[in-house]
């Protein structure tokens, strides 16, 4: 009892934090433009009478949010000039809101139909700004945290601002439009975002003391691998990087100057190239970074004391800590742990991943659910569920801890599998089960409410529940897990993991579907979430052997 007053209290003063309330914001900041620019958008598009050729040229901006950890080490190495003094972080943050919030106004003034040309570019600008955004609020996020403010309150509460941001740009801002016109829609989401762009001024800042001058220069210190090993690894990660860069660029030139007919898909390229996107950045500079790991504890390999003096390229050593140090770090940190984080990363959101492209397939057509069924269920009441979820797993961080409520959360995301296959079987469980609680009962005293629209929701209503607290979890714990000098690199690389396994399950679990039906494919994920719990528990015991206490991030490090 002692120890759940103490957490309430933990949480209550959390809560409370200026941190916490610029989280907030910054939250809200992050999943208003992701709304705007990958839903609400299309909607403008088709009523100004934008022909489905020409709009498929949008779906390009999704690529910025998908690839956005290529330009990660910029925002960790780089300064903005006459902007440094609002901090490390914000100086990305607050231009990029600014920046949005003036996108969002410029597109208020435009007529899609009239101006296609440069409502496309300002869409493409403000996705690009919206991603950056998000790469510098995670890193801010990861780097302010402290006792008072722990990362699993500001994880929570930043998903928790995503969310509500997302129903106020997504179905809402529908609602809205109908009522008022999408100009002036587009114009007050502008404003928010300008007005939020203005308080972030007054948001603090964690900042590292050592210079990027200091920092190249600490590269040719005694203990440091020599240079022609640097450079040797450099050259391979550098080459990746560049066939990467110029992969998707040259995509998007492709893309944007092709006739419609010829134009590329961007989803077979996301399905095709983006894993090997991942491999070519993450997957093999890993491999390159545990290889120099293993060279530095040879003296041969590494500057000697009388040598200090001993080569360089400054341009060379910078782009070596923009690429290679956060890995090296990461990699000499967590040693062979490195393989168990991976596949945890790996598996813990596939279920998120790889579901969303079916679900509304299976709601509309499987199960033979009207738009409006579906909206009312999955966007309004799905969203306060994740909301609440998301509270709750805010709670549970507090009172149990977070591999306790990360494992807890995998179990949660697994199980509730089965509910969907409740539905495909015909939903006699969740119908009883709504009936049983009242829910269906209430459901039938609202215009258009169904027994059938009440097993819907209570089923989407218990699964949104579950990834609500799993989401807290593990944003929480992969924050943890990443030191603060390189959290920028480190969160992005880990995050973009998601991309790998979702792109690649999808294609294999449509094709399961088209072959054994969505029962036997709801068990079946529900088993490869068990894969999910079994490596939660192996985390807690590693987390646990290395004496490590819930709520305390990874060390810091010079950046």
């Avoid at 799905?382 to 979820?389: D, F, H, P, Q």
């Avoid at 306790?404 to 495909?424: E, F, I, M, R, W």
């Amino acid at each position: 009892m002692k120890r759940q007053t103490g957490s309430w209290l933990q949480l209550v003063r959390a809560l409370g934090q200026r941190k916490t309330g610029f989280m907030a914001l910054f939250g809200f900041a992050s999943g208003l433009p992701f709304a705007l620019f990958l839903g609400t958008l299309y909607a403008w598009l088709s009523e100004a009478g934008v022909d489905l050729e020409t709009m498929g040229v949008f779906s390009l901006i999704g690529l910025a949010y998908a690839f956005q950890f290529l330009w990660s080490p910029v925002l960790d190495r780089v300064n903005i000039p006459g902007l440094r003094r609002l901090g490390k972080r914000k100086q990305w943050i607050v231009p990029a809101q600014v920046l949005l919030g003036a996108i969002l106004v410029l597109m208020a003034g435009l007529d899609p139909a009239a101006a296609l040309g440069w409502f496309s570019l300002l869409a493409a600008i403000g996705a690009f700004a919206s991603a950056t955004q998000d790469i510098a609020i995670n890193a801010w996020r990861i780097d302010i945290a402290d006792e008072d403010a722990s990362i699993e309150v500001l994880s929570t509460v930043y998903q928790m601002g995503f969310r509500l941001a997302s129903l106020v740009g997504g179905a809402l801002g529908l609602i809205i439009a109908a009522r008022i016109g999408w100009p002036q829609t587009y114009l007050t989401m502008g404003a928010i975002l300008l007005a939020i762009g203005v308080a972030g001024l007054f948001a603090p800042d964690a900042d590292g003391s050592r210079t990027i001058d200091q920092a190249g220069a600490a590269m040719r210190e005694v203990g440091q691998l020599v240079p022609r090993v640097r450079n040797l690894a450099l050259a391979a990660v550098g080459l990746l990087w560049v066939w990467a860069l110029g992969t998707v660029g040259w995509f998007m030139i492709r893309s944007m100057t092709a006739i419609p007919e010829n134009r590329p898909d961007p989803t077979a390229f996301t399905a095709t190239f983006g894993p090997l996107i991942v491999v070519a950045t993450i997957v093999l500079p890993a491999l390159i970074a545990a290889w120099l790991v293993r060279l530095q504890r040879n003296p041969r390999f590494v500057v000697q004391a009388g040598a200090e003096e001993i080569g360089g390229n400054a341009a060379a050593d910078h782009l070596y800590r923009a690429l290679l140090v956060p890995l090296v770090e990461f990699v000499g940190r967590m040693g062979w742990s490195l393989v168990l984080i991976l596949a945890l990363v790996l598996t813990y959101r596939i279920c998120d991943a790889i579901w969303g492209t079916f679900a509304y397939p299976f709601y509309l057509g499987e199960l033979q659910y009207t738009n409006d069924e579906v909206a009312v269920a999955s966007k309004f009441f799905g969203v306060g569920a994740i909301v609440l979820g998301l509270a709750l797993g805010g709670w549970l961080l507090t009172v149990l801890g977070r591999m306790p409520t990360l494992t807890l959360g995998a179990v949660l995301a697994a199980a509730t599998n089965l509910l969907y296959a409740d539905l495909a079987a015909g939903g006699a469980r969740m119908q009883a089960v709504s009936n049983a609680t009242g829910f269906t009962w209430a459901v039938l005293q609202f215009p258009g409410g169904s027994e059938r629209l009440a097993r819907l929701m209570i089923t989407i209503g218990m699964e949104n529940l579950a990834v609500g607290i799993a989401g807290a979890a593990y944003v929480a714990w992969l924050s943890s897990i990443v030191a603060k000098g390189y959290s920028a690199v480190q969160y992005a690389l880990l995050a973009s993991l998601t991309l790998l396994v979702g792109t690649l399950g999808r294609g294999a679990l449509g094709q399961m579907i088209e072959q054994r039906g969505y029962y036997e494919v709801f068990v079946f994920v529900t088993w490869i979430g068990g894969i999910a719990v079994v490596l939660c528990l192996l985390e807690w015991a590693r987390e646990a052997r290395a004496g490590r206490r819930s709520g305390v991030v990874a060390p810091e490090t010079s950046a």
